[in-house]
Structure formats: C-alpha cells, structure tokens
C-alpha cells in the first residue's frame, strides 16, 4: 500500500449550533489500516465531528471525501454503503429488541431491505439466511452468542459494547468509527475490547475512535488527534502528543 494513503479527507468543516461553534476544523485526515483517536474534553465536537462525517449531522461548512468520493450531503445509509460506519449505543428501543434482532438490523441499510422484499422475495430469502449465519459468527467472535435471544437490554454494560462492535461489523464495513467505546465497561472487558479493536486492523479495518481513557489510547493507537473547542489542536503519535503542554492545558481547563 501506498505510504500515505488516506481514507478519509475532511476540509473546513464548521457546525455551528446558533452561537456556538461545536465544529471548526480546517484539515482532518485518517491512514487507511491504522488506529487513529480522537481525543478531546468534553464538549469539544468529537460526537458532532462524528455524526457530520457519516450524514447523520450537516454542517454549514465544508468538503470531505471517504476512498477519494465526496460524502457531502449524502444520507447515513448512503455513508454506511459505501463502507463507513459508526456505532450507536444501545437506545431504549434497540434495548427491547433480541441480541440477534440488533445484529440484523446492522445489515438492514447494506441489502436495499424494502426492494428487495417487494420484488425478489426468492433473493431476499437467501439474503436473510445469510444475513442470519453472519451475525451468529459475529455473535461467537464477540462471546455473545449464548446471549443470541435474550433482550439486549439485559446485556451488561460491556456486553453491549460489544454488540455494538458486532453489529457495526454486519455491513463489512472498511471503516469503523466507534464513540467511547469503553464508557461503562468494567476492567474485565477492557482488555477483550481492545483485542477486538486490534484484530479489526490486522482484519484491515480502519479504526476512527473517540476515547477518554489515556492508558486504551496509548496502548492501540496509531496516531492521535487532539479536539478542543470545535478545532484540531495537536496530532502525532500517541506519547507525542500526550506530552505535548497545549493537549494538557487542554485537559487540565476541561
Ligand atoms: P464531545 O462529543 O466532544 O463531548 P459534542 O460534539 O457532543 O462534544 O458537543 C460539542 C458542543 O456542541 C457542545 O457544546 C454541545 O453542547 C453542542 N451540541 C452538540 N449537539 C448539539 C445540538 N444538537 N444542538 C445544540 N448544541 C449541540
Ligand atoms: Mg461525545
């Protein structure tokens, strides 16, 4: 592979919420394979940053490209096809759903549901079938297969972690993005998280995430980018830019 090759390129990104301004960033970019984190205090824009990227959010503002095509103004589903996907955390409705019922919805934007329901039933059978061998094995990848038809919303906090992995998985995405991925986790998962985020590189994923633990950002990342106040104020590999005295005032005045 090319040495720099980036996946995603982002230009004068700003998302102004009356007022504030939650984003303003002039140049965001991420290496295709590797583990880049996106850090920040709280309320910095990372969440905004995240939903912008993949359609959810619009920004006033702005050009960013995912593999060289523009994503502006596309719809989350056009975002999720084309091979970027972020996780959600487990909302209440998601929550009164199976294990297996979250998983297949994960799949839901990539098979064009609706179509293929009215026109090919015979395809969409099959679609199904498949769509149901995928998240089982995704369900024994992430141990959460004993737990296929229990309500998601018995799952403990880590366990829903890592069903939202799993069902971010279902789309094959080549990137993804995931938002605090170790919030509410006990230390007992910590560690098979973080296996979970390593193998989806050696897999060749490419992995944006948004952490405020320091020890999980040191140990898997790639390189790291720093948010404060809507704007990028440091980037580098993970013990450069840690050390740097501008990310811990950053830190520090949070
Ligand atoms: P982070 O994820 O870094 O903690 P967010 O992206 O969630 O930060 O929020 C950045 C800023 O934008 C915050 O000040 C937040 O209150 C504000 N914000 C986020 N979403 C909205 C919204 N829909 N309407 C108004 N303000 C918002
Ligand atoms: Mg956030």
């Not at 972690?161 to 230390?187: Q, T």
Request: hydrophobic residues 45%; aromatic residues 6%.
């Amino acid at each position: 592979a090319p040495k720099m090759d980036k996946i995603i390129v982002a230009d004068n990104i700003q998302r102004r919420f009356g007022g504030l301004t939650a984003v303003d960033v002039e140049h965001f970019e991420v290496q295709r394979n590797a583990i880049t984190a996106l850090i920040g205090p709280n309320g910095a824009g990372k969440s905004t940053f995240f939903n912008l990227l993949t359609g959810f959010d619009r920004p006033q503002t702005g050009e960013w490209s995912f593999n060289g095509f523009s994503l502006h103004s596309k719809s989350p589903a056009q975002v999720a096809r084309s091979g970027m996907v972020r996780t959600f955390q487990l909302t209440k409705a998601l929550s009164r759903m199976t294990v297996i019922e979250n998983m297949r919805l994960g799949a839901a934007n990539q098979v064009g549901e609706n179509l293929a329901r009215a026109f090919f039933p015979a395809l969409w059978k099959k679609q199904e079938q498949e769509i149901t061998e995928k998240a089982e094995e995704l369900l024994v990848r992430f141990k959460l297969d004993k737990k296929r038809d229990d309500y998601a919303g018995e799952l403990s906090g880590g366990q829903r972690k890592l069903l939202e992995m799993a069902r971010a998985l279902m789309s094959d995405p080549e990137i993804v993005m995931l938002d605090e991925p170790m919030a509410g986790v006990n230390p007992a998962l910590t560690e098979s998280l973080l296996d979970h985020i390593i193998e989806l590189k050696n897999q060749g994923v490419t992995v944006l995430f948004v952490e405020h633990d320091m020890h999980m950002v040191r140990r898997i990342s790639d390189w790291v980018v720093v948010m404060a106040e809507g704007k990028i104020i440091a980037e580098g590999p993970p013990g450069t830019v840690m050390a740097n005295p501008a990310v811990q005032d950053a830190y520090l005045g949070a």
